[in-house]
């Protein structure tokens, strides 16, 4: 088997890679919150059809 801790790819290890993705998942999270809260103040000020 392959040494578990070798980096991968990206060169991180996976503690640090499942680090990222929390910050990634957070990130993504909170821009579609804001998208949607957006869009529901567009439809309400100016619905489009």
């Known amino acids: ?3 578990p801790k070798a980096a991968n790819l990206s060169g ?3 503690a640090q890679a499942k680090e990222f993705h929390e910050h990634w998942k957070h990130g993504v999270w909170s821009w579609v919150m804001i998208a949607s809260a957006v869009h529901v103040v567009t439809w309400i000020y100016q619905p489009w059809f």
């Open 1 to 3: 088997m392959a040494d």
């Open 12 to 14: 991180l290890t996976d």
